[in-house]
């Protein structure tokens, strides 16, 4: 006997525990989260790519050809020359990060269309002879959003 309400309680206990309701998500807090990352990211990113494009132009407006007196290219011999390095070399790094940072503003405006799909333990409630029950149930559901 006692093996039989011993197993009769566990059973009940697990049944109990799936059917636990979990606490909401703020989805629409987390999709706004994640939205307003994504502008600021691709604000900065905008910002880093014109500022590597303008170090990247900037050392070919001073009158130089970028040719030394030999005829070679590239020569950084100089402290104009080197100056100009610097300044190539900061260009590229400032828009090879903006690149990024437009990579990761997709990817976070992708995460905040994600979040509409959603998953929660609906509640039903039904009465027998001995009296109320609830049952808990997974529903899945989809928010669009029609401008």
Request: glycine content about 10%.
């Amino acid at each position: 006997m006692k093996k039989i309400f011993s197993l009769f309680l566990l059973l009940t206990w697990g049944m109990i525990t799936w059917g636990q309701q979990t606490p909401d998500r703020n989805v629409q807090a987390e999709k706004e989260k994640y939205l307003r990352k994504s502008r600021l990211q691709k604000t900065v990113a905008w910002v880093l790519v014109g500022a590597g494009t303008v170090c990247l132009v900037a050392p070919s407006l001073d009158g130089s050809s970028g040719q030394n007196e030999e005829g070679g290219w590239f020569d950084f011999s100089g402290l104009e020359r080197t100056l100009d390095a610097y300044a190539y070399i900061t260009g590229a790094v400032l828009v090879a990060g903006g690149i990024g940072l437009f990579i990761a503003a997709a990817n976070n405006k992708q995460k905040a269309a994600a979040i509409s799909l959603l998953i929660k333990p609906e509640r039903t409630e039904y009465y027998t002879m001995t009296g109320g029950h609830r049952k808990f149930f997974p529903a899945a559901g989809i928010r669009i959003q029609l401008k």
